[in-house]
């Protein structure tokens, strides 16, 4: 006889497989295009879900805008994740399923410095703006993240005085591993892409009064292979279980 522990689990088992749609001898593989920025938050529930479903998921990393830029041009996937801004206009370029859109997490932007420089304040917009003009070097990132730091600066009325101290890496490049190469003093990111960088100190994100949020979002693309089985993925990954993977990466739920 099984005992109630067993009965139970198999109980468990079996509706989590009913869950992500996962059937005997229908396992698919999932082609997902994510942007790094939600690598950390989903990463070890791609593998959960491939242990519960038979799925297996293939997994291009790479920046919001140069998976954008290759979708845009034609390049076919199951599942594309990327910043809402960019899904929304492939949605409507008729690359991506419309009514697909799903929000699966969301970042703020942080600062970080390299490791052994001395950390300034940026409890306040002026004193974050006070430490990007102290800074010998800035870096910030071709996507999501850097678009509103470009713009920040501008606001701040500090762009033609640090334009010539700016780095700012190609689409996918990590703003952390550049400042801690020593190719920047001061870098600014997702909060979930520095926040595990050896070689930087992570600051914190930026004050309340200039955050800025970024969602980002699954879409299934038109010429998705199994469908279904990209629905389950993304059903999995905004299932209130996934919380606790998403917000242990430094964003929140979308």
């Keep these: 006889m099984r005992s109630s522990t067993n009965v139970s689990l198999l109980a468990k088992l079996v509706v989590l497989g009913i869950a992500v749609g996962a059937a005997p001898g229908q396992a698919a593989e999932i082609k997902l295009m994510a942007a790094n920025a939600v690598k950390g938050a989903i990463g070890g529930l791609l593998m959960e879900f491939e242990g519960a479903s038979g799925h297996r998921v293939a997994v291009i990393w790479g920046g919001t805008e140069g998976i954008a830029k290759r979708v845009g041009g034609g390049e076919a996937v199951d599942i594309v994740l990327i910043g809402s801004a960019n899904i929304d206009r492939l949605i409507a370029g008729g690359r991506l399923l419309a009514g697909s859109r799903t929000d699966i997490a969301k970042s703020g932007v942080g600062m970080a410095v390299r ?13 974050v703006r006070k430490a990007v003009l102290e800074a010998r070097s800035v870096a910030y990132s071709s996507g999501p993240s850097g678009f509103y730091i470009a ?18 890496p190609p689409s996918g490049a990590q703003v952390g591993e550049l400042v801690a190469r020593g190719e920047a003093d001061l870098g600014f990111q997702q909060v979930s892409e520095l926040l595990h960088v050896k070689g930087i100190e992570y600051l914190g994100p930026l004050p ?4 800025n949020i970024t969602v980002y979002s699954a879409a299934l693309h038109r010429a998705a292979a199994d469908p279904d089985a990209a629905r389950a993925l993304v059903q999995f990954l905004t299932r209130p279980e996934s919380g606790a993977a998403v917000r242990k990466a430094g964003m929140e739920p979308g």
């Design 151 to 168: 713009d920040l600066f501008r606001t701040m009325g500090i762009a033609q005085q640090v334009e010539g101290k700016v780095r700012q």
């Design 208 to 211: 309340a009064e200039i955050q």
């Design 115 to 127: 490791s052994g420089l001395p950390k300034p304040d940026i409890s306040t917009g002026e004193a």
